[in-house]
């Protein structure tokens, strides 16, 4: 016969079985708790300045000349999500492909880094923006005008890139 | 003023006292439940309403009458209305017999402090008021045409039962030893001492342990059980309908410690106190002292409700089914048979 | 018949194919960029280099064996390139050992030595085939340290053909496709070894009305679009098998459709009628009428407009139209743009319930655009199936096209029915339409006879209708539905992309426009039941299954044939062709 041997029955001793002793001993753990200090901090007031390994909302690099992205639809390809939406077009300078839309669905975007880590271009990198307030659909979508980000705020980040990518 | 219009304003006084006390009592409660939960989660909890937050739980009701008040299409609409109100009424009936101290003179008229003294089935009433209460619950489930609403219902029914029963016996030592079912009688039959936590702990453990189950609080908290049931009995309910629910659960928890105090503690009884103060008999002072004892050994009991809910975790069915049918009741049927023998040893032997 | 093996499968073929050929034929595929089943061989990739070897055979003749009594091959001294090399009885063929790998990786080398690898920009990357093979047969490392050479890029060959020399691997598929197919010899290769760029001749340009098609041979991104050039990334779009309504030739296309928009088309191989090509002026044009001026819900006239309306409501105005003229006022115009199952319910409509004989349609003839590759003058894809099905005006007393102006001005005929086709374009008609008392018009677009319609019925286009058209051979081919519309989804379910597939309402790239527009025969349907004629039609393939038990030459047809054959003879569906190995360039390309 099949017989199945560790049952709650056998696993317990019998204090366990009693209940009292081992309720007895987690209030003891709670109660000790209770005299410790928050490790919450009071969030609008205190900010927390996030190092570069924080993945926030995803941003594009924007350069002196220009965005560095070259619209390759990579990014939008490789998101699980389909946060992103991307529509190239033509240009005269050297890199021939530029998006003239861009869009990232922060409703979508579950923070995954995946965008970060397939663009070739280094384009699209996590930021340390984490406070993330829409009051419609429509403002959650992000265009090029909020997703482009001088490289000079994101240096933190393109160095945690290079060194552990 | 004709006696019986001095009466009935005194009775009022009661009852308007005796119903915000309560309310507030249970907003405070709320307060507190989040105020320990944080701290028992190195939070810090509700600190922007008030100062230390303390009127966050007046928001919250605020904000709760504010909200819509959905009912289901397919709902049992009448039922649904009058489930909530159950609830909280026969929670709130129970006072009418709780008292909090002993009778006192103003003016040559005695006061008593309860709504309804002398009652001499006090006790029954409690545990049949608070068995009406399972209809609340269950009607809830069922009214609200919800799966999880039903499920929750069924259990809370299920529960109730099963615990009222061993509730019931657990106190039976107690009525053997106070021989009344007087409240007020209890209380003075543990006087000087006598408190029944020391003479039956046995019952006073069951006791305790069906309480948890009687208010649906952790561990025993299965008809609401979040994770399983959404919101068990009360998934469908929204706005103030849901917060009478709230209400009731704080207020049975209320109840539930004041018996406690008033058939294991003691009640207003402390040795040595009253004799130190010296004050003459009858006057309001020493029912205030007394409601002051009273209060003071409630507050430990409630913190005590609030404690187990952020430490235990919530029972299997069958557990719950197994503690109190298997356990519980054997234990207090038990505690009766010898409770039984010890006194009639002790009255055989003239110690009694 | 040469008997060869292939990789140990041992295949029968025919006597003067090659490798590749016989090896295609029978679902092996070997690399190759140079190659291409409809162009001729020219052999200068080396991709496609095999091994090849004969059983050697003991001084007795018999074959010798090894230990395990397999045969003992000969192998050649050097590979051969198996797209030149013919089949020869015996012969034991293996492409995927480690000679053949050794070579394939070493071709990638050196292809990719000065090759950009810019991807990303590049818009072949997806359906390139230097991708799909650095990524099959290759190390994916270069050894080459040198700068890269940098040639011309943007450079414009023809009208609607763009050339990046660095990205050119010098195939010269282009080449041979403008001498032998399109027969416009204008390109050639310039300057030598790894210099060697594409150039037109001087004071040419390559604009023969096929250049469009060396876009889609050039297996990497030197020749791309002019037209599509970043419209989107390949793996967006949903392809969808179709049929070009350009002409009578029913040249087989995929629609390229993202965000419910028409893109792009391309050619789809059907060795009986277009083969691998399709005329440019098609994929530039074909597309365009679908995504824009669209009638996007029924309209009727109130006053001097024309408002929209539900279409409860537009029907049963123009059946209540209709029911205030003897059967002999009015005349129904069927199309040959529409499919056979809307001119199949269309005739059945005008002699079963309306009960008239004045049955037509309007045929657009441009002589100037046939030519004798696949263009031809009939502008419409479906002249030959409207006849069939029964819009004819051969009846005694009927009124055709020709006679119609004559008699509208005579008041013998006060009401029109049209559907789809812009009649008031036809000069002869323009005025003529102002003297009738009803004119009901199914139309896709806003044309100048929708201005003088009074009830207008929005129609689908070839690329929102499932149904028919019949080819200037009278060849059925079936279209299915590519765009959406909002009585109907498209059909290909988990064929579509990504984005198609799992796109949510309110997703931004999932909103493009579904317009409220029906099929013609769905629409004939709602009218001709109005007026009694209590008919249960649920989708076309029952039309269809109606048509092909009632009209002679399509027995025997269903759309699963249809498909499977790519298409049926009319009378013919008992003798199929055989549908021939599909040559499919890249085949790690989204369907
Ligand atoms: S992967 Fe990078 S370069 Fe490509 S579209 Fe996304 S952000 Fe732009
Ligand atoms: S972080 Fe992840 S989910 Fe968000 S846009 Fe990038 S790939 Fe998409
Ligand atoms: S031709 Fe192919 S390999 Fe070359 S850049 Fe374009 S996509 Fe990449
Ligand atoms: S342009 Fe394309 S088709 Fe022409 S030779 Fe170069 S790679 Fe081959
Ligand atoms: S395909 Fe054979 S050499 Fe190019």
């Given at each position: 016969?099949?017989?199945?041997?560790?049952?709650?029955?056998?696993?317990?001793?019998?204090?366990?079985?009693?209940?009292?002793?081992?309720?007895?001993?987690?209030?003891?753990?709670?109660?000790?708790?209770?005299?410790?200090?928050?490790?919450?901090?009071?969030?609008?007031?205190?900010?927390?300045?996030?190092?570069?390994?924080?993945?926030?909302?995803?941003?594009?690099?924007?350069?002196?000349?220009?965005?560095?992205?070259?619209?390759?639809?990579?990014?939008?390809?490789?998101?699980?999500?389909?946060?992103?939406?991307?529509?190239?077009a033509?240009?005269t300078?050297?890199?021939?492909?530029?998006?003239?839309?861009?869009?990232?669905?922060?409703?979508?975007?579950?923070?995954?880094?995946?965008?970060?880590?397939?663009?070739?271009?280094?384009?699209?990198?996590?930021?340390?923006?984490?406070?993330?307030?829409?009051?419609?659909?429509?403002?959650?979508?992000?265009?090029?005008?909020?997703?482009?980000?001088?490289i000079?705020?994101?240096?933190?980040?393109?160095?945690?890139?290079?060194?552990?990518? | 003023?004709?006696p019986?219009?001095?009466?009935?304003?005194?009775?009022l006084?009661?009852v308007?006292?005796?119903?915000?006390?309560?309310?507030?009592?249970?907003?405070?409660?709320?307060?507190?439940?989040?105020k320990?939960?944080?701290?028992?989660?190195?939070?810090i909890?509700?600190?922007?309403?008030?100062?230390?937050g303390?009127?966050q739980?007046?928001?919250?009701?605020?904000?709760?009458?504010?909200?819509?008040d959905?009912?289901?299409?397919?709902?049992?609409?009448?039922l649904?209305?009058?489930?909530?109100i159950?609830?909280?009424?026969?929670?709130?009936?129970?006072?009418?017999?709780?008292?909090?101290?002993?009778?006192?003179?103003?003016?040559?008229?005695?006061?008593f402090?309860?709504?309804?003294?002398?009652?001499?089935?006090?006790?029954?009433?409690?545990?049949?008021?608070?068995?009406?209460?399972?209809?609340?619950?269950?009607?809830?489930?069922?009214?609200?045409?919800?799966?999880?609403?039903?499920?929750?219902?069924?259990?809370?029914?299920?529960?109730?039962?099963?615990?009222?029963?061993?509730?019931?016996?657990?106190?039976?030592?107690?009525?053997?030893?106070?021989?009344?079912?007087?409240?007020?009688?209890?209380?003075?039959?543990?006087?000087?001492?006598?408190?029944?936590?020391?003479?039956?702990?046995?019952?006073?453990?069951?006791?305790?342990?069906?309480?948890?189950?009687?208010?649906?609080?952790?561990?025993?908290?299965?008809?609401?059980?979040?994770?399983?049931l959404?919101?068990?009995?009360?998934?469908?309910?929204?706005g103030?309908?849901?917060?009478?629910?709230?209400?009731?659960?704080?207020?049975?928890?209320?109840?539930?410690?004041?018996?406690?105090?008033?058939?294991?503690?003691?009640?207003?009884?402390?040795?040595?106190?009253?004799?130190?103060?010296?004050?003459?008999?009858?006057?309001?002072?020493?029912?205030?002292?007394?409601?002051?004892?009273?209060?003071?050994?409630?507050?430990?009991?409630?913190?005590?409700?609030?404690?187990?809910?952020?430490?235990?975790?919530?029972?299997?069915?069958?557990?719950?089914?197994?503690?109190?049918?298997?356990?519980?009741?054997?234990?207090?049927?038990?505690?009766?048979?010898?409770?039984?023998?010890?006194?009639?040893?002790?009255?055989?032997?003239?110690?009694? | 018949?040469?008997?060869?093996?292939?990789?140990?499968?041992?295949?029968?073929?025919?006597?003067?194919?090659?490798?590749?050929?016989?090896a295609?034929?029978n679902?092996?595929?070997?690399?190759?960029?140079?190659?291409?089943?409809?162009?001729s061989?020219?052999?200068n990739?080396?991709?496609?280099?095999?091994?090849?070897?004969f059983?050697?055979?003991?001084?007795?003749?018999?074959?010798?064996?090894?230990?395990n009594?397999?045969?003992v091959?000969n192998?050649?001294?050097?590979?051969?390139?198996?797209?030149?090399?013919?089949?020869?009885?015996?012969?034991?063929?293996?492409?995927q050992g480690?000679?053949?790998?050794?070579?394939?990786?070493?071709?990638?080398?050196?292809?990719?030595?000065?090759?950009?690898?810019?991807?990303?920009?590049?818009d072949?990357?997806?359906?390139?085939?230097?991708?799909?093979y650095?990524?099959?047969?290759?190390?994916?490392?270069?050894?080459?340290?040198?700068?890269?050479?940098?040639?011309?890029?943007?450079?414009?060959?023809?009208?609607?053909?763009?050339?990046?020399?660095?990205?050119?691997?010098?195939?010269?598929?282009?080449?041979?496709?403008?001498?032998?197919?399109?027969?416009?010899?204008?390109?050639?290769?310039?300057?030598?070894?790894?210099?060697?760029?594409?150039?037109t001749?001087?004071?040419?340009?390559?604009?023969?009305?096929?250049?469009?098609?060396?876009?889609?041979?050039?297996?990497?991104?030197?020749?791309?679009?002019?037209?599509?050039?970043?419209?989107?990334r390949?793996?967006?779009?949903?392809?969808?098998?179709?049929?070009?309504?350009?002409c009578?030739?029913?040249?087989?296309?995929?629609?390229?459709?993202?965000?419910?928009?028409?893109?792009?088309?391309?050619?789809?191989t059907?060795?009986?009628?277009?083969?691998?090509?399709?005329?440019?002026?098609?994929?530039l044009?074909?597309?365009k009428?679908?995504n824009?001026?669209?009638?996007?819900?029924?309209m009727?006239?109130?006053?001097?407009?024309?408002?929209?309306?539900?279409?409860?409501?537009?029907?049963?105005?123009?059946?209540?139209?209709?029911?205030?003229?003897?059967p002999?006022?009015?005349?129904?115009?069927?199309?040959?743009?529409?499919?056979n199952?809307d001119?199949?319910?269309?005739?059945?409509f005008?002699?079963?319930?309306?009960?008239?004989?004045?049955?037509?349609?309007l045929?657009?003839?441009?002589n100037?655009?046939?030519?004798?590759?696949?263009?031809?003058?009939?502008?419409?894809?479906?002249?030959?199936?409207?006849?069939?099905?029964?819009?004819?005006h051969?009846?005694?007393?009927?009124?055709?096209?020709?006679?119609?102006?004559?008699?509208?001005?005579?008041?013998?005929?006060?009401?029109?029915?049209?559907?789809?086709?812009?009649?008031?374009?036809?000069?002869?008609?323009?005025?003529?339409?102002?003297?009738?008392?009803?004119?009901?018009?199914?139309a896709?677009?806003?044309?100048?006879?929708?201005?003088?319609a009074?009830?207008?019925?929005?129609?689908?286009?070839y690329?929102?209708?499932?149904?028919?058209?019949?080819?200037?051979?009278k060849?059925?081919?079936?279209?299915?539905?590519?765009?959406?519309?909002?009585?109907?989804?498209?059909?290909?379910?988990?064929?579509?992309?990504r984005?198609?597939?799992?796109?949510?309402?309110?997703?931004?790239?999932?909103?493009?426009?579904?317009?409220?527009?029906r099929?013609?025969?769905?629409?004939?349907?709602?009218?001709?039941?109005?007026?009694?004629?209590?008919w249960?039609?649920?989708?076309?393939?029952?039309v269809?299954?109606?048509?092909s038990?009632?009209?002679?030459?399509?027995?025997?047809?269903?759309?699963?044939?249809?498909?499977?054959?790519?298409?049926?003879?009319?009378?013919?569906?008992g003798?199929p062709?055989?549908?021939?190995?599909?040559?499919?360039?890249?085949?790690m390309?989204?369907?």
């Amino acid at each position: 016969m099949n017989v199945n041997h560790n049952t709650e029955k056998d696993r317990l001793n019998f204090w366990e079985k009693l209940y009292l002793p081992e309720i007895a001993r987690g209030l003891g753990l709670t109660l000790r708790q209770m005299f410790k200090k928050p490790m919450t901090r009071q969030y609008p007031e205190e900010r927390w300045e996030p190092t570069g390994s924080y993945r926030g909302r995803p941003v594009l690099v924007l350069e002196e000349d220009g965005e560095r992205c070259v619209a390759c639809s990579l990014c939008s390809r490789v998101c699980p999500a389909l946060a992103i939406e991307v529509q190239a077009a033509e240009t005269t300078k050297e890199k021939e492909r530029y998006p003239v839309k861009f869009e990232i669905n922060m409703l979508r975007c579950i923070y995954c880094g995946f965008c970060e880590e397939v663009c070739p271009e280094e384009a699209i990198v996590m930021s340390k923006d984490y406070e993330l307030i829409f009051t419609n659909q429509e403002d959650a979508i992000l265009g090029k005008d909020k997703l482009l980000i001088p490289i000079a705020q994101l240096q933190d980040r393109l160095e945690f890139l290079r060194r552990f990518k | 003023m004709s006696p019986l219009l001095t009466d009935i304003l005194i009775l009022l006084a009661k009852v308007f006292l005796i119903v915000n006390g309560l309310l507030m009592a249970a907003a405070y409660l709320v307060y507190f439940e989040r105020k320990i939960s944080a701290w028992a989660h190195n939070r810090i909890g509700p600190n922007r309403v008030g100062p230390l937050g303390l009127f966050q739980s007046f928001a919250d009701v605020f904000k709760l009458y504010l909200k819509e008040d959905i009912i289901p299409t397919l709902a049992d609409k009448k039922l649904h209305f009058i489930a909530p109100i159950i609830s909280i009424g026969v929670a709130m009936a129970v006072y009418a017999v709780i008292p909090f101290g002993d009778s006192f003179m103003v003016g040559g008229k005695e006061v008593f402090m309860s709504v309804a003294p002398g009652v001499n089935i006090g006790l029954l009433f409690v545990f049949a008021m608070s068995s009406v209460g399972v209809y609340g619950i269950t009607l809830a489930g069922w009214s609200s045409n919800n799966k999880y609403s039903l499920l929750g219902g069924l259990r809370s029914a299920a529960q109730m039962i099963s615990y009222e029963l061993s509730m019931g016996l657990s106190i039976i030592g107690v009525l053997m030893i106070a021989g009344s079912l007087d409240l007020t009688q209890i209380v003075h039959a543990q006087a000087g001492g006598k408190w029944n936590i020391f003479l039956q702990p046995l019952a006073f453990i069951i006791f305790l342990v069906a309480s948890f189950a009687e208010t649906n609080r952790t561990p025993f908290d299965l008809p609401e059980a979040e994770p399983e049931l959404v919101g068990g009995y009360h998934t469908e309910y929204s706005g103030m309908k849901f917060g009478l629910f709230f209400l009731a659960e704080y207020a049975n928890m209320v109840t539930a410690s004041a018996m406690m105090v008033l058939l294991f503690l003691g009640g207003w009884e402390m040795p040595g106190l009253y004799e130190a103060l010296a004050l003459p008999a009858g006057s309001p002072l020493v029912a205030l002292v007394q409601f002051g004892v009273f209060a003071a050994k409630l507050v430990p009991i409630l913190f005590f409700f609030i404690w187990v809910r952020w430490s235990l975790p919530r029972f299997r069915y069958d557990q719950l089914m197994n503690l109190g049918w298997k356990v519980m009741l054997p234990l207090a049927l038990a505690n009766i048979v010898i409770t039984g023998i010890v006194m009639t040893l002790l009255k055989h032997y003239g110690i009694m | 018949m040469p008997q060869i093996t292939i990789d140990g499968q041992r295949i029968e073929t025919s006597a003067g194919k090659t490798i590749i050929e016989a090896a295609l034929d029978n679902g092996i595929d070997i690399p190759h960029f140079c190659w291409h089943p409809g162009l001729s061989v020219s052999g200068n990739c080396r991709m496609c280099l095999v091994n090849t070897g004969f059983p050697r055979k003991s001084a007795d003749g018999s074959l010798e064996r090894d230990e395990n009594g397999g045969n003992v091959i000969n192998w050649g001294p050097k590979l051969a390139i198996a797209c030149a090399t013919p089949v020869a009885d015996g012969m034991v063929i293996d492409t995927q050992g480690q000679r053949t790998e050794h070579a394939q990786n070493a071709i990638m080398e050196f292809l990719l030595i000065n090759h950009p690898l810019d991807c990303p920009i590049c818009d072949e990357a997806g359906e390139c085939k230097l991708q799909e093979y650095a990524f099959l047969h290759s190390k994916g490392q270069s050894r080459y340290n040198e700068k890269k050479n940098h040639k011309d890029k943007r450079v414009e060959l023809g009208p609607n053909v763009m050339f990046d020399g660095e990205r050119c691997i010098s195939c010269s598929r282009c080449i041979r496709f403008a001498d032998e197919v399109a027969k416009q010899p204008v390109l050639t290769f310039v300057q030598r070894g790894d210099h060697v760029t594409i150039e037109t001749f001087p004071g040419t340009t390559f604009d023969s009305p096929y250049s469009m098609n060396v876009n889609d041979i050039c297996p990497v991104g030197a020749l791309t679009s002019m037209d599509f050039r970043f419209a989107s990334r390949v793996w967006e779009m949903s392809f969808t098998d179709s049929i070009c309504p350009g002409c009578s030739r029913g040249c087989n296309i995929k629609v390229g459709v993202r965000n419910n928009e028409i893109l792009r088309l391309e050619p789809r191989t059907n060795m009986h009628v277009n083969e691998y090509w399709m005329c440019d002026n098609a994929r530039l044009t074909q597309y365009k009428f679908v995504n824009e001026n669209r009638i996007s819900s029924p309209m009727i006239r109130k006053g001097n407009t024309l408002v929209s309306a539900s279409w409860q409501e537009a029907t049963s105005q123009a059946a209540d139209l209709l029911k205030k003229f003897k059967p002999s006022e009015i005349m129904v115009v069927g199309s040959a743009r529409a499919t056979n199952e809307d001119n199949y319910l269309l005739a059945k409509f005008a002699h079963n319930t309306i009960k008239t004989n004045n049955i037509d349609f309007l045929r657009h003839i441009d002589n100037s655009f046939s030519d004798n590759s696949l263009r031809t003058n009939d502008r419409t894809p479906n002249a030959h199936g409207a006849v069939e099905v029964g819009v004819k005006h051969e009846q005694p007393s009927g009124v055709s096209m020709s006679n119609l102006a004559e008699r509208i001005k005579q008041r013998s005929i006060k009401a029109l029915y049209v559907m789809d086709g812009d009649i008031a374009a036809n000069s002869s008609l323009t005025d003529a339409l102002d003297d009738l008392d009803c004119l009901i018009v199914h139309a896709t677009n806003h044309n100048s006879t929708t201005e003088r319609a009074h009830v207008v019925l929005a129609s689908t286009t070839y690329a929102e209708l499932e149904g028919t058209f019949t080819n200037l051979n009278k060849r059925v081919q079936y279209v299915q539905p590519a765009v959406a519309t909002q009585d109907h989804e498209r059909i290909e379910g988990m064929q579509m992309s990504r984005w198609d597939k799992f796109g949510a309402p309110n997703d931004r790239w999932a909103r493009g426009e579904r317009r409220n527009c029906r099929q013609n025969w769905e629409i004939v349907q709602d009218i001709a039941n109005m007026l009694g004629a209590g008919w249960h039609y649920t989708n076309s393939e029952n039309v269809f299954k109606d048509i092909s038990n009632h009209v002679s030459a399509f027995s025997g047809m269903s759309y699963d044939l249809l498909q499977e054959f790519q298409g049926l003879t009319l009378g013919k569906a008992g003798s199929p062709e055989p549908k021939g190995v599909v040559y499919q360039s890249n085949y790690m390309k989204p369907n």
